[in-house]
């Protein structure tokens, strides 16, 4: 192994592909051609008995790997809210993929710990949250908002004298929990595996753009959890954070942010995420709107106590370290060296480079929102960030127009149920998406109703 570790030749090839890769980006078909997927098959076989040449594997997860990708790096690639990757991002995650870097403990990497505690400064500073907010870094916002109310609920709970870490959950006092009807999926996800339920919550409805109806939340007190959204994954659409927090009374408020938070580093589009400092906890993502590479989720927290109580089950173990121990702030202990990425990502935008990000996937869902329009098909939301729902008829008409574009090869998108109605959802969150991708889009969506005839 040692001797190999000299030996540059798997490593060069693999960036030579890597290379290749990006160069042909913009050939490759954006969502994988039917051959490309049924050659997958070439992996089912058995374990070998021998070890396989480095390079053989090289070889094969190119050959066979990569046109079976997403061409998500490209500018074409609409689906979800993915988001691409800034490149000195992915050039900093080769390197720190390569020192193995365990960022469990300050004692444990040293240089993990450093840009962990970089970053949170920066991020709290960027998003103007409260000078004491925390950080954790965990595999996306699924998981950090699954921390974030379990701090909730741990914080609650200890205000009706109850303590979750020794006691557990059986026998606990009941808490109130209040969540929109229009909450990500993954929130629900977190309330079931927390012991709550997803049935004892209170749902309250939304607006007709998916925003929850501040009149209907109803009289709460310190012990009560509200879940808010910066961010609707439909629509794009935020909750009016100031007035709410104005009726809540003190309860905790979390902040589900996963790609809209960042919008608070605009100066044009902050309005959005006003009074967002005034919650407890806020979840966001690295890998979405901020484009760092996968497996960058943060949970932040107003209440560090609360979160390292939360997280370090065992009193015994409960120690604020001098020098960062970032395991302190989430579920895991040993973890990849989420920082560093997170850091490039940042350091390389500066202030002004995320305002510009955000403001442009903005920019260009209001040009694709109105050249759209003038094609006659119909937008369904109001684009106050970077979604675009569109119609141009009927459930139906809008599946048959999906199907084509998707199997253009040209671009990929999904499509959600919004209002009862089946439609098409294009998110712009790319930084690789010019303007001229939207024209090409535009186009690619008028042809496509050609095909249909319509
Ligand atoms: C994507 C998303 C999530 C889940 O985030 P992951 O990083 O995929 O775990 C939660 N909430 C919203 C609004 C999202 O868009």
Known sequence: MRSELKDKSIFNKSIEFAYKYMDNIEEQSVYPENSAIENLDIFDEELSDNSTAGI??????????????????????????NGSIIPVALAARWLADTWDQNAAMYVSSPIASKLEQVAQNWIVDLLKLPEKTVMG????TSTATFIGLVTARNAVLKKKGWNVNEDGLFGAPKIRVIISEGAHSSVFKALALLGIGMGSV???????????????????????????????????????????????NGAWIHIDGAFGLWVAA???????????????????????????PYDCGIILCKHEYGLVSAMQATG??????????????????????????????LKFLGKNGVSELVEGFHDLSVELANL???????ILNEIVFNQVLVSCKSSEKNSELLDILQKSGQTWMGDTV??????????????ATTKDDINSLVNLFVSARLLLGS
């Open 56 to 81: 053989e594997i090289i070889d094969k997860l190119h050959r066979f790997g990569s046109p079976a990708t997403i061409a998500q790096i490209g500018g074409m690639y609409f689906g979800f809210v």
């Open 372 to 378: 759209l329009t003038i094609n006659n098909f119909i």
């Open 316 to 345: 015994s173990y409960l120690k604020f370290s001098e020098k960062r121990d970032g395991m302190l702030y989430v579920a895991e202990m040993s973890r990849r060296a989420r920082s560093v990425d997170l850091w490039a990502s």
């Open 202 to 248: 209170e749902r309250i409805p939304t607006d007709d753009q998916g925003r929850i109806l501040t009149a209907k939340i109803p009289e709460l007190d310190d012990t009560s959890i509200l879940i808010l959204q910066a961010g609707n994954v439909n629509t794009g659409a935020f909750d009016d954070f100031r007035e709410i927090y104005n009726r809540a």
């Open 137 to 140: 870094l965990v595999s996306g």
């Open 418 to 431: 919004w209002r009862g109605q089946r439609v098409i959802r294009v998110s712009i969150c790319s930084w």
């Open 266 to 292: 605009s100066s044009k589009l902050k309005y959005l995420t006003d009074g967002i400092d005034l919650a407890d906890s806020w979840s966001v993502d690295g890998h979405k709107t901020l484009n760092t």
